[in-house]
């Protein structure tokens, strides 16, 4: 079968090749893969400037659905045919404070679906059961390889923060995750301003068909004016940064209230 492999460091370096159809191992399945989306740290692997581990060649590919084809042993409760969709930690160390507290995630041993083993830019991957979910009928392949994105946000925007209805977000990049966040926190009842910049021109105006109750492109208003404007003065309950901008982040955290 053939594979988006990233197969050496460096920038570049990334090709579709012949790579062996893999076969699961004791507590792994094998899915047949419907839909990958391409996130954007698969642009980071093949520039070479990402900071988590990538160990070539490897299959890249990890916000995937597909269907169960084959079980290893020892795998319960899953069989073939089985529409799902997976997290991307593949492994970790089970020990650390992280892992202890159920954020394995966070592991610093955490070794991950399409950057150090074989992911979903191929025909078939094999991810160990315990990372699955199960992809609803009510809800497509092709939807449902935006899972893992979503999950992320989720977690993020009612998980970790608890937006409440009545609260002011400000959700500061308009890319996929920034709209998607926006659709998250504006379903929890929040009012949502979202900002950029002229090369977001489009996608701020996407989100206002989205539902955003105010967007900036903040090179021709300040910020800081359209928080007052909007709080009143009092300043937005949650910053969600979503362009991986670190001077944007810092930028939009000037605005946040006093216990926000």
Not at 55 to 62: A, D, E, F, I, Q
Not at 82 to 104: L, M, N, P, Q
Not at 118 to 139: E, K, M, Q
Request: charged share 20%; glycine share 12%; aromatic share 6%.
């Amino acid at each position: 079968m053939k594979g988006l492999v990233k197969y050496a460091a460096g920038p570049g370096n990334m090709e579709l090749r012949e790579v062996p159809e893999p076969k699961p191992g004791p507590g792994e399945v094998k899915i047949a893969v419907q839909y990958t989306g391409i996130c954007g740290s698969d642009l980071h692997i093949y520039h070479s400037d990402i900071a988590i581990p990538v160990r070539p060649p490897v299959v890249t590919g990890h916000e995937f659905s597909g269907t169960i084809v084959e079980v290893g042993l020892g795998v319960e409760h899953w069989k073939p045919g089985d529409r799902v969709v997976s997290e991307t930690a593949y492994s970790y160390c089970g020990v650390c404070i992280h892992c202890r507290e159920g954020f394995y995630n966070l592991c610093n041993q955490r070794k991950t679906l399409g950057y150090w083993y074989n992911g979903a830019f191929a025909p078939y991957t094999i991810v160990p059961a315990a990372r699955l979910h199960p992809l609803p009928d009510s809800i497509s392949f092709l939807e449902g390889a935006l899972m893992e994105p979503l999950a992320c946000i989720v977690h993020a925007v009612v998980e970790l923060t608890h937006i409440q209805a009545g609260d002011t977000v400000l959700v500061s990049g308009p890319g996929a995750i920034g709209l998607a966040t926006l659709q998250v926190a504006k379903a929890h009842g929040a009012r949502v301003l979202v900002t950029g910049t002229p090369v977001d021109a489009e996608r701020l105006e996407k989100a206002k068909a989205l539902g955003a109750d105010w967007t900036l492109d903040v090179t021709k208003r300040s910020l800081g004016e359209a928080v007052e404007e909007i709080t009143g003065g009092v300043g937005v309950d949650v910053v969600l940064g979503c362009s991986g901008s670190e001077k944007a982040l810092q930028g939009a955290l000037l605005f946040v209230r006093k216990r926000g």
